[in-house]
């Protein structure tokens, strides 16, 4: 899924130690990130793993006054290759002095592109789902998530009035925009390993680029522009890739109607965050669908799903997402056969579909799946 540009510059030898920060922060966090280590544990090839326990969350800010301790920062920047990241309780109202510290991340260690897969498995567990394998690249430090809101008193009419503002700007829609055509590229030199009667997609690589530059004809009007800019000035070499666009509204309706018209879409941190969450439907639960947040030099594992305090400390968590995300955190790393193993595993758990959790409409818990995932290994 990492274009080659990345795999060269975070790439570490199949005989390295890696050393991984573990952030499981608030509700399942704490149930899935553990199941996640014992995976990339239990490999029998590829590199070695030293792990470190790093805080955070909303749990941490109760306890301490803040969300993201910079003791956690500075040893991600310092002493570790990547980390994987569990799910965090952000609460829906204002809270005096909180800020996510997923997002702060994300900007502290400039990971600008949230990569989602989101890949259907046939199984009996699933007989009517729409069978698709797309790529959700999602722009990861602008929009609307810079946090720039205020509110006033408007003398008129001595009512509030909230305001937030929205930043989109020509580098990083750029960026993101080259890695979305370098993964499309990528994408296919695997397919094209496969027979092409065997493919799921058997037509050029795609990229759709989202927006709603019909109504913010500024902020997304720029957004629209530089991205296929990016397209129209390397030409020669994104010849192989189609390029289309979707307003954001109808991107929805189409992604549930024909999942499998899409093979790589890119959109804005706000969009992109709301396509990737709903196309998790498409595949069963959010338990399942796993990313992660890419830079230049650091990669961070994240399961799409929340904190879920209504099951946590129940021991039914679905694990699968982040056992996923620890297998995109070797895939961008460059060890591609290990993440393979983790991927192939976990489908085979799915595909089986004996061993499922609530959320899937099983009834096994978060270690009865891990056991089945450590022995299709």
């Not at 338990?287 to 890419?294: E, K, L, R």
Request: hydrophobic content about 40%; charged content about 25%; some cysteine.
């Amino acid at each position: 899924m990492a274009s080659n540009i990345l795999r060269r510059t975070l790439a570490t030898s199949a005989n390295s130690t890696i050393k991984v920060g573990l952030i499981p922060a608030d509700g399942i966090g704490r149930e899935v990130i553990p199941a996640a280590r014992s995976v990339l544990e239990s490999l029998t090839s590829g590199p070695k793993f030293e792990f470190v326990d790093l805080e955070a969350g909303f749990e941490h800010f109760q306890k301490t006054g803040t969300s993201l301790p910079q003791e956690t920062i500075d040893i991600l920047k310092n002493e570790c290759n990547g980390a994987l990241f569990g799910a965090v309780s952000s609460p829906s109202h204002k809270v005096a002095g909180y800020s996510s510290p997923i997002v702060a991340l994300r900007k502290h260690l400039d990971l600008y592109a949230n990569v989602r897969p989101v890949k259907s498995v046939e199984s009996p567990a699933f007989p009517n789902q729409k069978l698709c394998d797309m790529l959700i690249i999602r722009e990861n430090t602008e929009c609307l998530y810079i946090k720039s809101e205020r509110e006033e008193v408007d003398p008129k009419t001595g009512l509030r009035v909230a305001w937030a503002d929205r930043k989109i700007t020509e580098y990083a829609s750029e960026r993101i925009g080259k890695m979305a055509f370098n993964m499309a590229l990528v994408r296919q030199e695997l397919r094209n390993q496969t027979p092409l009667e065997q493919r799921f997609w058997k037509h050029n690589p795609r990229v759709t680029i989202v927006h709603k530059s019909n109504v913010l004809s500024v902020t997304d009007g720029l957004w629209r522009e530089t991205v296929r800019g990016v397209k129209e000035k390397n030409a020669e070499l994104y010849k192989s890739v189609d390029m289309e666009e979707q307003l954001v509204d109808s991107m929805v309706y189409r992604m549930f109607r024909e999942p499998e018209a899409f093979d790589v879409c890119v959109a804005p941190n706000l969009y992109g965050d709301i396509i990737s969450d709903g196309a998790a439907a498409l595949v069963g639960s959010l338990g399942v669908v796993p990313s992660a947040n890419v830079g230049d030099n650091f990669v961070m594992g994240e399961p799409v799903h929340g904190s879920a305090p209504d099951i946590a400390g129940q021991g039914i968590a679905n694990p699968i997402a982040a056992i996923r995300s620890a297998g995109m955190l070797l895939e961008h790393m460059g060890h591609t056969n290990e993440a393979l193993k983790i991927y192939n595993a976990v489908d085979a758990v799915m595909a089986d579909a004996s061993v499922l959790t609530p959320d899937l409409g099983g009834k096994s818990s978060t270690n009865e799946v891990l056991e089945a995932v450590l022995k299709n290994l």
